[in-house]
């Protein structure tokens, strides 16, 4: 099992920019989750969903979009970059709210 | 009061040496417990899940104290390998994750 995977690794956006991360995860599991983690700080999850077609807003969902219309994968969307989005992003999935959740290894966005 | 907290560090400890860090939770409702182990730049990793009884895994042992509400995470006989940061997770409906607690293991 690939576990969950995150693409592209690294992007540099201007501006006003918009771009989509991908997420996909093959074990099968129905929570999934959205953080980004800024330099020497936590992880503040910013959209998570719990099936299909179910999403939901975290702490700080302002500026990001979210869809999940399969259980493997959930694209997070930013629309109108700013430099306050520069940040890593780290998709997760985990079998059950309360069940441990397994992280993909990361998208390092640079806004400029 | 934050909801999940944990003291920030550094640890800066001598191989071999035992370390202990803990991680305090305000919701007494709180389900399950979890240590992550976080390397620079990488994504939070697993580390061990946080059982009512305790739990040790090889040179790591967790531990749950509800009384006090809190969890701790003790790795014995250090190696420079443990160099990280640690997270600790606590889910009360939602998963709340601590801001890590910076080991660095010197020769």
């Known amino acids: 099992n690939a576990g969950v995977t995150q693409t592209p690794k690294f992007r540099i956006l201007k501006i006003g920019q918009s771009m989509t991360l991908q997420c996909t995860q093959d074990?099968?599991?129905?929570?999934m989750y959205w953080y980004r983690q800024d330099p020497g700080m936590g992880l503040k999850l910013i959209y998570y969903?719990?099936?299909?077609?179910?999403?939901d807003k975290g702490e700080v969902p302002n500026g990001y979009n979210v869809s999940r219309s399969t259980t493997e994968d959930f694209p997070l969307r930013l629309e109108l970059a700013a430099p306050s989005q520069t940040s890593v992003y780290f998709c997760a999935s985990s079998y059950s709210g309360a069940s441990a959740q397994y992280f993909g290894p990361g998208t390092r966005l640079t806004v400029l | 009061r934050k909801e999940v907290e944990q003291d920030p560090g550094p640890f800066n400890v001598p191989e071999g040496a035992t370390v202990a860090f803990n991680c305090t939770y305000s919701?007494?409702?709180?389900?399950?417990f979890f240590w992550y182990r976080q390397d620079c730049r990488k994504e939070p990793k697993l580390l061990m899940s946080?059982?009512?009884s305790g739990n040790e895994d090889g040179r790591f042992t967790a531990q749950l104290n509800r009384a006090s509400q809190y969890i701790s995470l003790l790795i014995r006989d250090s190696k420079l390998s443990d160099s990280a940061t640690y997270l600790c997770?606590?889910?009360?409906?939602?998963?709340?994750f601590g801001a890590g607690t910076r080991l660095t293991v010197k020769p």
């Open positions: 946080v059982y009512s």
């Open positions: 074990m099968n599991h129905n929570y």
């Open positions: 997770a606590v889910n009360d409906n939602d998963m709340r």
């Open positions: 919701n007494s409702a709180s389900q399950s």
């Open positions: 969903s719990v099936g299909a077609g179910i999403t």
